[in-house]
Each structure stands twice: as C-alpha cells, then as structure tokens.
C-alpha cells in the first residue's frame, strides 16, 4: 500500500511559479512510477507528468517547456515545478503511483494509488 499526501497548492498571479509536493508512505515507493495529473470542474483528468524510479520523465503537452517533475526517492517525495503559470493551469492537482516501474501512462486508468489534491488557482 501507498497512500500520497500532496502539498503546495494556493493562489498565484499569472506568470508567476508554484512547487507541488507529493509525499509518499510505504518502503516501496522508490520503485514506483510516480505522476501528476490535474482535473478542472467539468473536465476529465488530465496527464501532466510522470517519472519513472530511475529517473525518465513524460510531460503532457500542458505542462511541456513549463513544468518539471523530479523525485527524491530517499525522502519518498515528488515535486512538480511549475513555471509562467496561466489562468487555464487552475485546477485540482493530484499525485500518483503506478507499480508498473517502468510505465509511464497518461490514462488515469493505469494508475493505483492517488492523493487528496491540491488546488493550484492561477489569477489574471
């Protein structure tokens, strides 16, 4: 069992910077696929990130050339930098676990255990 606790969410100007953390519980953390996914009122989940244990890393085409995900295996914790935020990046971010190491799927389907969210409020 994993279970995630994510963190750094608020409000922020446009073109303005947030860091998202993604603290995971379990021993076996390190060897899991972690991912940030976001979702909107209305909207479906979308794929924003993912990095496998070792380090290779996936972007969805929203976060692209804006975000970066990293993993810091022995504190069991992800992050997700995000830069030059726009209005349209408000939403409820969440973090995520695949067993599957060396995956890394943009369907929410593939993935087995997911945080509480966090929401990320970006103002014009």
């Known amino acids: 069992q994993v279970q995630l606790v994510e963190s750094g969410g608020g409000l922020v100007q446009a073109g303005g910077s947030l860091r998202l953390s993604c603290a995971a519980s379990?021993?076996?953390?390190?060897?899991?696929?972690m991912g940030w996914f976001r979702q909107a009122p209305g909207k479906e989940r979308e794929f924003v990130a993912a990095?496998?244990?070792?380090?290779?890393?996936r972007y969805g085409d929203s976060g692209k050339d804006r975000f970066t995900i990293s993993r810091d295996n022995a504190e069991n914790t992800g992050y997700l930098q995000m830069n030059s935020l726009k209005p349209e990046d408000t939403s409820v971010y969440y973090c995520?676990?695949?067993?599957?190491?060396?995956?890394?799927?943009?369907?929410?389907?593939?993935?087995?255990?997911w945080g509480q969210g966090t929401q990320v409020t970006v103002s014009s």
């Open positions: 995520a676990a695949d067993s599957w190491a060396s995956r890394l799927s943009s369907s929410p389907k593939s993935w087995e255990y």
């Open positions: 990095i496998t244990s070792s380090g290779r890393t």
């Open positions: 379990g021993r076996t953390f390190s060897s899991y696929t």
